[in-house]
């Protein structure tokens, strides 16, 4: 018998706080190695499984439509992806359509391999099948709800509504680069009356509320002996 090229995928996500895809690594390697699989390729990422944009997801689909392993091992189908039985049947038929078997390593029912492989494509087909009519109805149900309200459902951001006739901010930027530039508006002259100069105080003295206190000092003036001519004296100076 072939021995058969085992693949491995192995997934964290980034709420897995302190975890590692090597902890998958270690448990999936020994189921290969006890089964006789070969294993040529392990493919790992620490991302969130809400989409198919993750490093090592793409790569191991590039890898299976080459037909370069035979059957695809991982620990469970919520570490292979998260977004939904539709979605999860579109990629383990997208490896059943490449050649390629599958095995999950907690869930014994998830196994390609088996008698009941063809058994286990179908019944993920049919679930896949209602989910996909359930999110019509209710993508229906919110398109007349937002037309009974008279409001339209624009894909232009996420989460965001917009009323009919409402500009899009696309519109709204574009308009305002379009537009000419407005001059700033010149500064009206400040009136003078509004602007009163401050006293400016004078230096080595203090004011006083007695107006004549505040007029200029006189100097003290001293006679020198032998001198009829007196000598001015500094204004601090305590005889």
Not at 150 to 175: F, I
Not at 179 to 191: M, W, Y
Request: glycine share 6%.
């Amino acid at each position: 018998m072939k021995q058969l090229r085992c693949a491995i995928y192995a997934r964290v996500s980034t709420d897995d706080k302190g975890q590692d895809p090597l902890n998958q690594l270690l448990q999936l390697r020994e189921f290969a190695m006890r089964q006789g699989w070969e294993v040529v390729k392990e493919y790992t990422d620490e991302a969130s499984a809400k989409n198919g944009e993750r490093k090592g997801f793409k790569a191991l689909f590039a890898d299976a439509a080459k037909h370069r392993f035979d059957v695809l091992l991982f620990w469970s189908l919520d570490r292979l992806t998260r977004e939904g039985t539709f979605k999860t049947h579109c990629y383990l038929k997208q490896l059943t359509d490449a050649g390629i078997k599958f095995k999950s390593f907690t869930e014994q029912y998830v196994d390609s391999l088996g008698v009941f492989g063809d058994a286990i494509i179908g019944l993920l087909a049919a679930m896949a099948q209602q989910e996909r009519i359930r999110i019509s109805d209710r993508t229906k149900a919110g398109f007349a709800r937002l037309k009974a309200a008279g409001e339209v459902w624009k894909k232009r951001g996420p989460n965001r509504k917009y009323k009919a006739g409402e500009p899009s901010r696309a519109t709204l930027w574009r308009q305002a680069k379009s537009a000419p530039a407005s001059k700033p508006a010149a500064l009206a002259p400040i009136p003078a009356h509004t602007v009163q100069p401050k006293p400016m105080p004078v230096r080595g003295r203090l004011s006083s509320a007695d107006p004549e206190d505040d007029q200029p000092q006189q100097p003290r003036r001293e006679v020198v002996k032998g001198s009829a001519t007196p000598r001015a004296l500094p204004a601090n100076f305590q005889g």
